[in-house]
């Protein structure tokens, strides 16, 4: 019978924290609404950086994140230099650019060798929707997780102690 790869984590004793759980429509929403909100509280000189922090704010926590998952992930070190540089200079946002391609790589390194669920991220979807298309991958992550973790329940409730 064919058991689905997230399982294996499981079996080896590898029991890994599931991705958050927050729908990539909603995250796209709340993070426009912040910018917007930041917009209309914030005067002009501060502006620019609060509306760059907020924009940082989930790349930062999938840092937070994945680190939790991996002690050896630098993606937070790069996310609180880009946060650090602030925004209006190009080498911050050049950051921003590496913090999502190390992201991308510890997730793909994460979710295809240490819990082998066979994760693939496309190369242009991750330049084009960044950390909104990490989140629709995520929950595809949680889900299975979520499936496999009732399989599991209903497995141990249908087992007979001798």
Not at 74 to 81: D, E, N, Q, T, V
Not at 96 to 118: K, Q, T, W
Not at 126 to 144: C, D, E, H, P, W
């Amino acid at each position: 019978m064919h058991q689905p790869p997230a399982s294996d984590a499981v079996k080896n004793g590898q029991v890994f924290p599931a991705p958050p759980r927050v729908h990539w429509a909603v995250l796209l929403v709340l993070i426009a609404s912040a910018e917007a909100l930041v917009c209309y509280l914030f005067p002009e000189p501060y502006r620019n950086f609060a509306i760059y922090a907020v924009a940082a704010a989930w790349p930062t926590y999938l840092c937070f994140w994945i680190r939790r998952l991996n002690r050896r992930a630098s993606s937070l070190y790069w996310a609180i230099a880009s946060i650090v540089t602030g925004y209006g200079f190009l080498f911050s946002w050049l950051l921003g650019v590496v913090v999502i391609f190390e992201l991308r790589e510890e997730l793909l390194d994460h979710y295809n060798r240490r819990e082998p669920i066979g994760m693939e991220l496309n190369w242009l979807m991750t330049i084009l929707g960044s950390v909104i298309y990490f989140q629709f991958a995520l929950n595809k992550v949680a889900r299975q997780k979520d499936a496999v973790r009732e399989v599991g329940a209903v497995e141990s409730g249908r087992s007979v102690p001798a």
